[in-house]
């Protein structure tokens, strides 16, 4: 037994506490994880889960402009991506309401542009090493710095959410009546994206401009399956969340593997299992379903 005790204490525990950059790096991972998935069940609610990837990839040319003009200044990088992404929140809303076409299409097609351009930019200043950096970012390498940003966000996203929660609520569901209300949906609508870019903005430093949604969007999807409150899906997300970002701290200490991939790889596997096992949706559920009026008329027709 003790035995035992020491060994998972070695892989689970030892990793994680023993090391001052697996704590900063468990501690942004767990702060992201507090706010990120609720904003990511309310996406998956409103149908707007490609959304938050096009927003992921709008923030890359305002991170890669902070870091042509002042280096790997995470200040400059982050108000970039923050400005970027709000520009292109804000354009594809005009082009939609000026064209008529859908906001999504309009959003894809900016997309397209940001990723292009944000490479390219990064590409006349560094070399493959940072791009790699920016596009796939460093979780173990985050600073003091770097977590206060990312704590601060997750706090002001916590905070904010409390607030507008009910109007949310409202708006995903019938959004005719919070206008009859007096309420401006489009106002709501905003600041539910200016969240959404705060939070791909400082995911951007530990998961990198690609992979930042990731986190976003699987635990919130992956939740999906297990329940059909929202108040359940929002704390299984955060759940899920938490131990996709601490087993795939583990799992990339102990294999020797890129962080932030294995914290989406986690939480995909978890994504994949529900899809199979999960009690609302899945395969064995439908098939569970499926069975269950066969048996009744067994049952019926037995003398």
Do not use: K
């Not at 796939?136 to 990312?150: E, K, P, R, V």
């Not at 706090?155 to 009910?166: C, D, E, G, N």
């Not at 690609?210 to 899906?233: C, D, H, I, N």
């Not at 899920?240 to 995909?268: E, K, Q, R």
Request: aromatic share 6%.
């Amino acid at each position: 037994m003790l035995d035992l005790l020491t060994t998972l204490d070695a892989w689970l525990v030892a990793p994680l506490t023993d090391y001052a950059f697996m704590r900063r790096a468990l501690v942004g991972g767990l702060a992201l994880s507090l706010a990120a998935p609720p904003l990511g069940v309310f996406l998956m609610l409103r149908g707007m889960s490609l959304v938050g990837d096009a927003m992921a990839h709008a923030v890359l040319p305002g991170v890669a402009l902070g870091f042509v003009l002042a280096g790997f200044s995470l200040p400059a990088m982050s108000l970039g991506g923050l400005v970027a992404g709000l520009l292109v929140a804000g354009l594809a809303g005009s082009v939609s309401r000026m064209t008529g076409h859908r906001e999504d299409s309009a959003m894809a097609s900016f997309y397209l542009i940001s990723l292009a351009l944000g490479v390219m930019l990064v590409s006349l200043r560094g070399s493959s090493v940072d791009l790699t950096h920016v596009l796939f970012g460093s979780i173990l390498a985050i600073d003091d710095t770097a977590l206060w940003l990312i704590a601060s966000v997750a706090s002001a996203t916590l905070l904010v959410m409390a607030l507008i929660f009910r109007v949310l609520v409202v708006e995903c569901l019938d959004p005719l009546f919070l206008r009859g209300q007096g309420i401006r949906g489009g106002l709501v609508h905003g600041v539910f994206l200016g969240l959404m870019v705060l939070n791909l903005t400082a995911g951007f430093q530990t998961l990198g401009t690609l992979m930042a949604v990731g986190l976003m969007m699987l635990p919130a999807t992956t939740a999906r399956f297990w329940s059909q409150r929202l108040e359940g899906l929002i704390g299984l997300a955060i759940l899920i969340a938490m131990v996709s970002s601490t087993g795939g701290l583990l799992v990339s200490y102990h294999l020797g593997l890129p962080s932030g991939p294995c914290i989406i790889l986690v939480a995909g596997i978890a994504y994949l299992a529900s899809a199979l096992c999960g009690h609302h949706g899945s395969l064995l559920a439908r098939l569970r379903r499926r069975a269950t009026p066969l048996e009744t008329d067994e049952n019926t027709c037995t003398p």
